[in-house]
């Protein structure tokens, strides 16, 4: 049983629920936010559950759900000069930025669409769906975990 859910949003052109199911496993990296990274650093715990959600996209939504398999570590982004996230700031001893590792669990039969959420009363809360929330990985509590599963089993 996961002790804790989450919400972590990819933009399909760069990395979709179909990259991770061909890839098995992945890390998840470039995360520069620091919000975002404390949650990666400090609260995302092996075994915890995601939502995998298309950003950016038409529609945007929930496309599937992956597992945490390793907890946060240092980005490995933000030490390679030649990628789109290296910080020439970052510190090996002190790192700045941080990654975690997560395993394909299922794709949904159907995207749930960002549109369709929002008019669950269950995730009123949720903050996916609170104006200004921006953040490419977020808390899901429980009961927003089993509220978007059952739309998800009954499409």
Do not use: C
């Not at 949003?9 to 404390?38: C, F, H, M």
């Not at 996916?128 to 899901?140: A, D, E, K, N, T």
């Amino acid at each position: 049983m996961a002790g804790n859910y989450w919400l972590m949003k990819s933009e399909p052109e760069a990395y979709s629920i179909d990259d991770l199911a061909r890839d098995k496993v992945t890390y998840w990296d470039g995360v520069r936010n620091y919000q975002a990274r404390n949650f990666l650093r400090d609260s995302i715990k092996k075994g915890d559950l995601v939502f995998f959600y298309h950003s950016n996209a038409e529609p945007s939504g929930i496309a599937g759900i992956a597992e945490v398999i390793k907890e946060g570590y240092p980005d490995p982004s933000a030490f390679d000069k030649k990628d789109i996230h290296y910080d020439d700031a970052s510190d090996l001893k002190d790192p700045t930025w941080y990654a975690v590792e997560i395993k394909f669990v299922k794709k949904f039969k159907e995207l749930i669409p960002l549109e369709k959420l929002k008019n669950i009363p269950a995730l009123a809360k949720m903050p996916l769906l609170q104006r200004g929330q921006r953040l490419s990985v977020q808390p899901v509590s429980e009961k927003e975990w089993k509220a978007i599963n059952e739309i998800a089993d009954n499409r």
